[in-house]
């Protein structure tokens, strides 16, 4: 689908849709019609594009990756781009969540919203979707805490207090301050430390 198709869709919301289900992505994977190296999410039922990752991002997440697992710890357990099950038709892959620690290490069934105690967006080129589409996606599935690491603006947007309309609470906070895990008060980081 080009532009112009994909433009005349959005310009006429009244025409009939056909989402698919969880199911359906995980099985169009199985089958071999999204391949595993194709970076596509699923948002309300619909399979949306991820931005490719470049060497800022992937250092990025090297970085990220090894100062959660110190501050956390074994309170948490540190997800790298793994699927959060947030319904039937939304599975997105965040940059990272800290999940509540379970025996089964999320093998046998996803995680879902209740087990998130932080999920976290690096966003570097993704900025503008991170806070138009995911932001509100993540509170309205009961994400309780969601951080947007922006890259470029040098700051930590910390969202809080979801609702079904958007985060009652969403504060940036600078390079020279620390930010704690609400679920994990203990856990304080260098915002310095976050941006790498």
Same mark, same amino acid.
């Given at each position: ?93 965040? $940059?990272?969540? !800290?999940?509540?620690? +379970?025996?089964? &290490?999320?093998?046998? @069934?996803? =995680? ?63 390079? $020279?301050?620390? !930010?704690?895990?609400? +679920?994990?008060? &203990?856990?304080?980081? @260098?915002? =310095?430390?976050?941006?790498?």
């Amino acid at each position: 689908m080009d532009i112009v198709e994909t433009e005349l869709l959005l310009d006429n919301p009244w025409v009939p849709r056909r989402g698919i289900t969880v199911a359906e992505y995980h099985r169009m994977g199985e089958t071999g019609i999204l391949h595993e190296d194709e970076r596509v999410e699923l948002i309300e039922g619909e399979l949306v594009a991820m931005a490719p990752i470049g060497t800022e991002h992937s250092g990025a997440i090297n970085w990220l990756t090894r100062t959660l697992v110190l501050a956390v710890g074994d309170r948490g357990i540190v997800s790298v781009q793994n699927p959060v099950r947030l319904s039937d038709r939304t599975e997105p892959q965040p $940059d990272f969540t !800290v999940l509540r620690p +379970r025996e089964d &290490d999320y093998r046998k @069934s996803p =995680a879902t919203p209740e087990d998130v105690l932080l999920l976290i967006e690096i966003a570097d080129s993704s900025l503008r979707f991170d806070r138009a589409v995911k932001r509100p996606l993540y509170a309205r599935h009961g994400i309780a805490e969601y951080w947007i690491v922006d890259v470029p603006g040098q700051a930590v947007e910390v969202c809080r207090a979801p609702t079904e309309h958007g985060y009652g609470s969403v504060v940036r906070v600078g390079r $020279d301050r620390a !930010v704690n895990i609400e +679920r994990l008060p &203990d856990v304080s980081i @260098s915002v =310095a430390a976050l941006l790498g």
